[in-house]
């Protein structure tokens, strides 16, 4: 049954669909707010919204579909349901990607790297708060039972009814997610406010990050995606090897055009392989010995970490010598100093307006993470009084 939250006349009104909604647009208003105020066209971003919104949706429902078909009776079941529920977060990545892409191809943004770039720390922030939408049912638990009750409440454990009666207390995937996400989101936000000219490089930060958490906690839920043909790696997993590997890929490739070929970059390889190759063995171990499952976890965690380092460490070798800012040249035939007068001349309205485009969308961001905040405080109240 759902937690409702709103009730107007005979329309009822979920916690779960105001979560998504006010998800949405904090992570919209964030990312219009950081591409306008880095060059981007605010137009583009507004062409982008209700595509990318729809694609990411319907890609996501595909995929939790293929993973999952023997909950519908049909294709076009799964496509005509109206709920919150059966939606894979994973697919919302390639909606943001392929709606950029399209933009780019039309000439309606003028980089597609620079505005993935700017979507990265909205995207983070907007995927935490879609993790807590499974607050209000039973998806995005662990495996592992939490039977101390010291540690029966978020963000430890969460509540789940059970077939057979009463209450279990789990691991709280979704909380935790949802934490990993919001430090994901500053990270990138602090990032791109320092090195937003070095396009593509913030959208890498977020996909590696990512990545890495992404693999641990999809190793921890009971109810992880897989497909139908691998029943072993869950789809996340599958997409966390593959983003590490296309992004050393990349960023090797930086790395030689920037340094050339040497001899350090054979074992700095092999460790990023056998960071990945130890990460991998360690989900066999967890499904194999899962009653040893802190350790696992414990040495996965330590291995991610190094993928994560060995990547950064390959993105930093690459890193063009003093990267800095591009500075507009002087026209040539004119004094410098007539041209310094000029940039120091005073700005008309609106010059002034163009300097401070994050005030209203970074307001209208951060009113909705506090609505968002709000509600979730306020349903957790409630069910404290209930019980």
Not at 40 to 55: I, T
Not at 79 to 102: D, H
Not at 182 to 203: H, S
Not at 214 to 226: N, P, V
């Amino acid at each position: 049954m759902e937690t409702i939250g709103v009730i107007v006349g005979t329309t009822e009104i979920a916690w779960k669909s105001i979560l998504i909604v006010l998800a949405v647009l904090a992570w919209f208003f964030i990312s219009y707010a950081l591409y306008a105020a880095h060059g981007g066209g605010r137009l583009c971003m507004w062409l982008f919204l209700l595509p990318s919104v729809a694609l990411s949706a319907l890609l996501s429902r595909l995929l939790y579909w293929y993973c999952n078909q023997e909950q519908y009776a049909s294709f076009a079941a799964a496509l005509t349901e109206i709920s919150p529920e059966g939606f894979a977060m994973a697919g919302i990545l390639p909606g943001i990607f392929i709606i950029a892409g399209v933009l780019r191809l039309l000439r309606i943004s003028k980089s597609l790297r620079g505005m993935l770039d700017a979507l990265a720390p909205g995207t983070a922030l907007g995927m935490g708060l879609l993790y807590l939408t499974c607050l209000f049912d039973a998806r995005c638990r662990g495996k592992v039972i939490v039977t101390a009750q010291v540690f029966q409440h978020l963000p430890f454990s969460a509540p789940m009814a059970v077939p057979q009666g009463g209450v279990e207390y789990r691991f709280a995937v979704f909380f935790v997610s949802f934490l990993a996400m919001l430090c994901i989101a500053k990270l990138c936000m602090d990032f791109y406010l320092a090195r937003w000219q070095e396009r593509g490089c913030t959208a890498a930060l977020f996909l590696m990050l990512y990545a890495a958490a992404g693999y641990i906690l999809d190793s921890c839920r009971y109810d992880a995606g897989y497909f139908p043909f691998n029943g072993f790696v869950s789809v996340l997993q599958i997409f966390a090897a593959f983003a590490f590997l296309g992004l050393a890929v990349a960023f090797s490739v930086r790395m030689i055009r920037r340094r050339s070929f040497r001899w350090y970059m054979v074992p700095l390889w092999f460790a990023l392989l056998g960071a990945m190759g130890a990460a991998g063995t360690l989900e066999y171990l967890v499904q194999r010995y899962g009653d040893r499952f802190l350790l696992w976890y414990g040495l996965m965690g330590i291995s991610c970490l190094a993928i994560v380092l060995l990547l950064y460490l390959m993105y930093a070798l690459g890193r063009p010598a003093g990267a800095q800012p591009e500075k507009a040249e002087k026209p040539a035939g004119i004094s410098p100093d007539i041209t310094d007068a000029a940039a120091k001349k005073p700005s008309g309205p609106a010059e002034t307006e163009e300097k401070n485009p994050l005030a209203l969308p970074a307001g209208l961001a951060a009113f909705s993470a506090v609505l968002a905040a709000l509600g979730l405080g306020a349903l957790l109240v409630s069910k404290k009084d209930r019980e």
